[in-house]
């Protein structure tokens, strides 16, 4: 496996931006991925002639086909580069790697890469589809067949409500230190076990929100970075690994594709889970952060619901995890918001929750019933 | 013939009865005649869900549909409190469980006893209900003893 520091050059996270989170009527698809790319432009000094590249994730609400072509049209882009990765929430690492290959290939040299949607002010049926023949079977929506995960993990390692509760009282904690978020008011344990239930084991507040909103980022190589005015965050590690089967067709229920790729991103940086100051883990449900974390290696497997006990996983704690409140309490969009966020933590932009001397960051993301599975890790450079 | 059809017993899944295709008739038609059909590849034996025009465990293409006793183990399962659909509105709340068949495929199906009786482990059996005068659905029931 190459490591990315041994590419022909490095390369970097030079902008990043985000539209409102929440409700936006009246803001399309395109305006979402619009104006995060505008946001992630404006943030490095760059204007939309400086892009020959642009990606896009899918709008998860209508899926459109040549996704990424109406969005540089939109931005006034002819790009050299552009496509719509299906990895569902991984494609926005997946196409980090893609803009990265494409770069190393020549091709290209400013990439923005982008996801915007509007489920809540427009079709959200995609959310709680019938799973076709499986309909009758009265599974609907994520968080049904996620619960069925969450439901093996606690009968395989004696997981518990309290611990999944710890995951959403921490990531609301730290969305109360966010004035983007969603979410602010910090809730209890109390409030946790009231909430109503939707599919046990899950309570309302094991699972995120639905969300408009947009982000976007800007990579291109380090010799372009250093000329910009953000300091450059740098990728050091990339990793896929995908358990793909449907969910309940797979062999271990209490498994994502975070130990391939936790793997395969940690060997391409050369660096280690004890290296890592902060972690951006995506928390559709309370149960993935525990089993991404346990596959990464940052605790035995079957201990990720002790692991978040205490503080250890908050602001100020040995490992703090989703700082801007994930999708959880910052907004339900899928993953493209923690990149966004690593991004700020390694340029020391996040105030009351900033993680103090932030060098390295790790991003996760997947997608689908954790059918995919991409991790990032970022740096300030001295890594 | 018509004499011998049994009740129709639960007309509100209708709306969810999937299309009859090529590839799915022959397990809808098992479910209508009162036993689970899955298909089993003649060259090596494995049984499959959902249907295929080819195996999903070895290079063979030849698929026979066989009657089978679908038995099995919950593997993991869910209590669904939100209605989602209104087919199920007044079987609110129900188990959905994974279910390990004794065939190797594993299945989702709907249980309708009380939620706090499931337990991941326990030996359930297929349960058929009559939703149209000529279609049937699967659901999943403890096995008795
Ligand atoms: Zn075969």
Redesign the interface.
């Known amino acids: 496996m190459v490591r990315l520091k041994d590419l022909s050059q490095r390369y970097c996270i030079v902008g990043v931006g985000n539209t409102a989170y929440g409700m936006n009527p009246g803001v399309s698809q395109l305006a979402h991925n619009v104006l995060a790319i505008r946001g992630a432009l404006e943030d490095a000094g760059l204007e939309a002639s400086d892009l020959d590249g642009v990606l896009t994730k899918a709008p998860t609400s209508t899926f459109p086909m040549l996704w990424a072509p109406r969005v540089a049209e939109a931005l006034r882009v002819v790009p050299r580069v552009t496509g719509t990765l299906d990895q569902a929430g991984a494609s926005n690492i997946g196409l980090i790697q893609y803009a990265i290959s494409a770069i190393e290939l020549g091709q290209a040299e400013m990439i923005a890469i982008s996801y915007g949607d509007n489920p809540r002010t427009g079709t959200r049926a995609s959310y709680a589809r019938p799973r076709g023949d499986d309909a009758l079977a009265g599974l609907f929506g994520a968080p049904s067949s996620y619960a069925m995960i969450a439901r093996r993990h606690m009968h395989e390692y004696g997981t518990t409500h309290e611990q999944l509760g710890n995951v959403a009282i921490t990531h609301r904690h730290h969305a109360s230190m966010n004035p983007n978020a969603q979410y602010q008011d910090s809730i209890t344990m109390e409030d946790y076990a009231h909430s109503r239930w939707v599919a046990e084991p899950f309570h309302l507040l094991d699972c995120c929100p639905v969300s408009d909103g947009g982000a976007a980022y800007v990579v291109t190589t380090e010799a372009r970075a250093r000329s910009l005015r953000t300091a450059p965050v740098y990728i050091e590690g990339l990793g896929q690994g995908h358990p793909a089967w449907d969910f309940y067709r797979r062999g271990e229920l209490a498994t994502s594709g975070a130990k391939v790729s936790g793997e395969v991103a940690f060997r391409s940086a050369g660096l280690g889970p004890t290296e890592i100051d902060f972690c951006e883990i995506y928390d559709c449900f309370t149960i993935v952060p525990l089993i991404t974390l346990e596959e990464y290696g940052f605790c035995a497997k079957g201990e990720g619901g002790a692991f978040y006990e205490g503080s250890r996983t908050q602001v100020g704690g040995e490992l703090p995890c989703n700082t801007s409140g994930g999708l959880l309490s910052e907004t339900g969009m899928p993953g493209t918001q923690l990149v966004v966020e690593a991004v700020r933590q390694l340029r020391g932009e996040c105030g009351p929750r900033q993680v103090a001397g932030a060098e390295v960051g790790l991003v996760s993301q997947q997608g689908g019933i954790m059918t995919t599975h991409a991790t990032m890790i970022l740096s300030t450079g001295g890594a | 013939m018509a004499a011998r059809t049994p009740a129709v017993t639960m007309p509100e ?1 209708e709306p ?3 299309e009859l295709t090529d590839l ?1 008739r022959a397990y809808w038609e098992g479910l209508a005649a009162g036993e689970v059909r899955l298909q089993r590849c003649r060259r090596c034996g494995a049984y499959q869900y ?1 249907p295929e025009s080819f195996c999903y465990h070895c290079p063979g293409t030849e698929l026979a549909w066989e009657a089978v006793r679908g038995h099995g183990e919950v ?8 209605r ?2 209104p087919a ?1 509105g007044e ?1 609110l ?2 188990v ?1 469980a ?1 279910v390990q068949l004794d065939e190797g ?6 249980m309708f006893e009380q ?1 706090a009786s499931i337990s ?1 482990g326990m030996r359930v059996r297929p349960r058929i209900e009559r939703v149209t005068e000529d279609r049937a ?3 999943f029931a403890p096995e008795e003893g």
């Open positions: 899944f969810l009865l999937p799915n959902p593997y993991s399962f869910i209590v669904v409190h939100q989602y659909h199920f079987h709340p129900y959905v994974t495929p594993r299945m989702l199906g709907a939620p991941i659905a699967l659901f």
